[in-house]
C-alpha cells in the first residue's frame, strides 16, 4: 500500500500528511516495464534453446537407447 496525501489519524484525530516517494502509478507503470523487458527476454531463451544443437558421439546414443 501507497500513502500519499492528507488522513485523519484515528487515535487522535489529527489529521497526517503522507507524501510518497514513489507513487502507486509509477510503481504500476515500471513493473509493467519490467515484465515487457522480461517477456522479451524470455523469447530469446525459448528460440536459444529451440535452434541449439548439442552434438554427442553414436556411442552416448547408443547407450540412451539401450534397454535395461
Not at 7 to 29: C, F, G, M, P
Not at 39 to 65: A, E, G, M, R, Y
Amino acid at each position: 500500500m501507497v500513502r500519499h496525501g492528507k488522513e485523519r489519524h484515528d487515535y487522535q484525530n489529527t489529521e497526517v500528511s503522507w507524501v510518497a516517494h514513489l507513487k502507486k502509478a509509477d510503481i504500476d507503470a515500471k513493473v509493467m516495464l519490467l515484465e515487457t523487458e522480461i517477456d522479451q527476454l524470455q523469447d530469446k531463451v525459448d528460440v536459444l534453446n529451440n535452434t541449439i544443437k548439442i552434438p554427442l558421439p553414436q556411442f552416448v546414443l547408443d547407450l540412451s537407447s539401450a534397454a535395461d
